[in-house]
């Protein structure tokens, strides 16, 4: 997708995963009871199943593969499905499942060593970059376009397009299958619009002047909520709007520095703005505090990922539950964008067994068992399960909108999570300048050329 090719150091920077609020999960094996079977499927894809099941079971029965994966709810989901699996397949399956944290360490660690003991990886696609480079992981192309390998009914184009395009081909080989991701969006009051007449931003313009109209409108409101914490977290939520207004930090095909350009003035001084329309502490404002100013009912709108959303909608959290409803985030003057990150499932050029991983990797990610996949608590990667939510989901239509704003800027050919090994520093910087900014102890201009000093010093590459 991009043209730069940057080569990362051993231990990315995992701080940058502070940039997405990602879903939590157990790795505990859950138990069966209570769970929908792979019986409730289609009778006909029953039928599809039994039949692929029975070749690759002549073919693999006996074989064990290895997993790498991360502690989350999609591995939960995957987990539960093992053991129809194993049944259908003969193949059987070895878990191993550990926080994000260590599970790249892990990874990176079995690749330099050529042991090979893993034959199915779960991928976050801020390592995309450098796992394509190292050739730790393969394409899987070869296995796409093989009907023998990969059936009808696992239904590539099924998947939702920026989660395809956005973080998992590379060059335009394809690396690695998609199992869960997240965008982000606005969410806002409804029983304030509805009060005072108002109608959800559509272009980042209204969204301030809808912001300006609610600060102060009654006691104790402020206008939005977003995230400011001096550093990472500050330029993490300035990212929410960047791509609406330039195309980032760098140019991600020249490496030219973009900080002090005219478009990217333009985003931070919108971002600071904003935030002066904000409560008075969000100065110290990460993800988890700028959801709870908006659930305790502090801001008319919201500005965040869509994996922490579910809370906002929590009777038990969220003092707004009855009150809300989501839009897409509003276009800006460069267009339509929306953040956009994940995992997906990959295969490493050191497996033994890769066609038996390929079996996996079809069964778990197929349209065929995206019902039991979802009933399970996965989270949604597909077209038909974001459209399958029923009348009255707040969530998943407007989820659906936002990631065809997010494949917008794939199609712009702009990476949301920018491609350097020295991001975290980069980040860093770029979000110390900008609170600096926000208390007015410099302006948005000079915060600007300061930041794009340092990053020119720091390097991308």
């Known amino acids: 997708m991009r043209k730069i090719v940057f080569k ?24 069966s009871e209570g769970k929908k079977s792979a019986d409730s499927q289609n009778s006909s894809e029953n039928s599809d199943l039994a039949a692929w099941g029975k070749e690759i079971n002549e073919q693999f029965s006996g074989e064990e593969i290895n997993l790498a994966f991360a502690s989350h709810p999609s591995t939960d989901s995957f987990q539960q499905m093992t053991k129809d699996f194993e049944k259908l397949t003969g193949i059987k399956v070895r878990w191993e499942v550990m926080e994000q944290t260590y599970l790249k360490n892990k990874q990176l660690m079995d690749f330099t060593s050529k042991t090979g003991t893993y034959d199915v990886l779960m991928v976050d696609n801020f390592w995309g970059d450098e796992y394509v480079t190292k050739k730790v992981i393969e394409p899987l192309d070869s296995y796409l376009e093989d009907e023998s390998l990969t059936p009808e009914w696992f239904n590539y184009e099924d998947i939702v397009p920026a989660y395809r395009n956005g973080f998992t081909k590379f060059d335009g080989k394809t690396y690695g299958i998609p ?63 960047l791509y609406n207004f330039s195309d980032g930090f760098f140019d991600q095909e020249t490496g030219q520095i973009l900080m002090d350009n005219p478009k990217t003035v333009e985003a931070l001084q919108f971002y600071v703005d904003m935030l002066k329309l904000a409560p008075p502490d969000v100065a110290s404002y990460t993800h988890e505090e700028a959801l709870s100013a908006f659930m305790s009912g502090k801001s008319a709108m ?77 989270v949604p990667v597909r077209t038909s399960q ?37 991001l975290g520093q980069i980040l860093d910087r770029v979000g110390y300048y900008g609170s600096m900014a926000l208390s007015d102890e410099i302006s948005v201009e000079e915060a600007s050329i300061k930041a794009q000093k340092e990053i020119e010093d720091i390097g991308i590459d």
């Open 302 to 378: 919201w500005l965040d990922a869509t994996a922490i959303a579910p809370q906002i909608l929590d009777p038990e959290k969220s003092s707004i539950a009855d009150n809300v409803a989501f839009v897409p985030t509003p276009e800006g003057p460069a267009g339509r964008a929306s953040a956009l990150a994940g995992w997906s499932m990959a295969i490493p050029e050191t497996s033994k067994k890769k066609e038996s991983a390929w079996a996996f990797i079809v069964y778990m990610n197929s349209e065929a068992m995206s019902e039991l996949y979802m009933a399970n608590g996965g």
């Open 179 to 241: 199992t869960a991701g997240e965008t982000r969006f606005i969410g806002y009051r409804t029983d304030l619009f509805e009060k005072y007449d108002k109608e959800p931003p559509k272009t980042m313009a209204e969204f301030k002047e809808l912001a300006e109209f609610f600060n102060g409108k009654e006691d104790d409101l402020y206008g939005v909520s977003m995230r400011a914490q001096r550093g990472i977290h500050f330029a993490s939520g300035l990212m929410s709007v």
């Open 8 to 31: 990362f150091p051993l231990l990315l920077l995992f701080t940058f995963i502070l940039l997405l609020a990602a879903c939590g999960g157990s790795n505990e094996e859950a138990d």
């Open 386 to 422: 974001f459209e399958a939510a029923g009348d009255g989901d707040k969530l998943n239509p407007v989820i659906l909108e936002a990631l065809e704003d997010a494949n917008a800027l794939v199609e712009r050919g702009i990476s949301w999570v920018p491609p350097s090994p020295n």
